[in-house]
């Protein structure tokens, strides 16, 4: 979607000249969001301009949709390309609709169809219209008024989007609440987004991939996992911080490991009889191997002190028997039919491990 080619751009002549770009070369592939991530003066805002020619190139390409931005007519290519920029710049002027409507107007729509299109943005951002649509910016809070600077830059549906540091006015609350609801508009959406951020934590929520910049130069462009496990240099590593190991974390979703469908499990509404009747049913559903099995499991086994402890890491339930195993903490039942199997004897009040075939572990 967007390809950045050798990109280099020089401010001033002569030994007054920076260098704020220097063959930046990387691609945005379409419906993905990409983060612009470095510190103050590393040229990621810089390379957000000249992606819809704010700033002019001194050498290299850039293309969008695989057509080169210099062959495109600037006020023609900024109005197929959404831009949310800093400080959210609304026009004081102009009431929520007003603003929300610029660009659409300035592409000739009916005002019906802009009419249209700006109360579905409204709702999309969670502002009714008819509270809203006639209020003047000062009369918004801060979140606010950056939903309207979004929904400004998705006014006239572009694929595009470069969003140059747009949560970065509010404050950290708010700011969570704005990156949440971003990440849900995206995925409705699936936008191509260019997001400058100097914030790292910011980067690893939002983005697909980090671009990260040092001194104009890309030092690293990969997903945000690969940065915190396996960074470049030392720059980078001390960028993304000596706890990066903790902020993968964040990087785990529930919706990635939810079984959304799971089987075999007594529901909250069942009465007593019928989760009763379900239990000695199904005799099998913890601990019975196959994919998954805990290796080395036996199937039918128990452990209770006193007794051989079996080879086995699973169990098989059986309703009408429990023993009970003692664990630091506490106790707990464990259902099964006393068994001996093969195996180390299991003294009393001893530590013992149990494991379960993971297809049968569910989490509440």
């Not at 009419?115 to 809070?141: K, T």
């Not at 549906?157 to 990440?183: H, S, W, Y």
């Not at 993968?248 to 490991?257: A, K």
């Amino acid at each position: 979607m967007i390809t950045y080619d050798a990109v280099t751009k020089i401010f001033g002549t002569g030994k007054d000249a920076i260098v704020a770009l220097e063959n930046v070369s990387f691609g945005i592939p379409p419906g993905e969001v990409v983060v612009f991530l470095g510190p103050s003066g590393c040229g990621k805002t810089t390379l957000l301009r000249l992606t819809n020619r704010l700033d002019t190139l001194t050498r290299g390409n850039i293309f969008v949709n695989k057509q080169n931005i210099v062959d495109v007519d600037p006020v023609k290519l900024r109005q197929q390309i959404g831009y949310v920029i800093q400080e959210i710049g609304l026009f004081p002027n102009k009431t929520v609709a007003d603003n929300i409507a610029v660009v659409p107007k300035l592409l000739g729509w009916p005002p019906d169809r802009t009419r249209a299109r700006v109360d579905e943005l409204l709702r999309l951002i969670r502002l009714e219209p008819e509270v809203y649509r006639q209020r003047y910016p000062a009369e918004l809070s801060g979140g606010q008024q950056q939903r309207v600077g979004v929904a400004r830059a998705l006014a006239a549906d572009p694929e595009i989007l470069l969003m140059d540091e747009p949560f970065g006015a509010v404050d950290p609350i708010n700011r969570g609440q704005l990156q949440d609801e971003f990440l849900a508009l995206q995925a409705q959406m699936q936008k191509t987004v260019a997001f400058v951020s100097h914030d790292i934590q910011e980067a690893i929520k939002v983005g697909d991939k980090i671009a990260l910049f040092d001194r104009g130069q890309l030092i690293q462009y990969d997903t945000p996992e690969i940065i915190l496990t396996q960074p470049q240099n030392q720059f980078v590593a001390d960028f993304v911080g000596a706890d990066r190991a903790l902020k993968v974390l964040s990087l785990i979703r529930v919706h990635e490991f939810m079984n959304r469908a799971p089987e075999n499990l007594v529901r909250a509404e069942d009465r007593a009889q019928e989760a009763g009747k379900f239990l000695t049913e199904n005799p099998g559903r913890i601990g019975q191997g196959g994919h998954g099995r805990v290796p080395g499991a036996a199937g039918r086994a128990s452990i209770r002190p006193g007794c051989p402890l079996p080879d086995a890491h699973a169990w098989h339930p059986d309703p009408q028997c429990h023993r009970q195993l003692r664990q630091p903490g506490g106790h707990r039942l464990l259902p099964g039919p006393p068994a001996r199997a093969q195996g180390h004897l299991c003294r009393r009040k001893s530590t013992v491990k149990i494991g379960w075939a993971g297809e049968h572990l569910a989490i509440y």
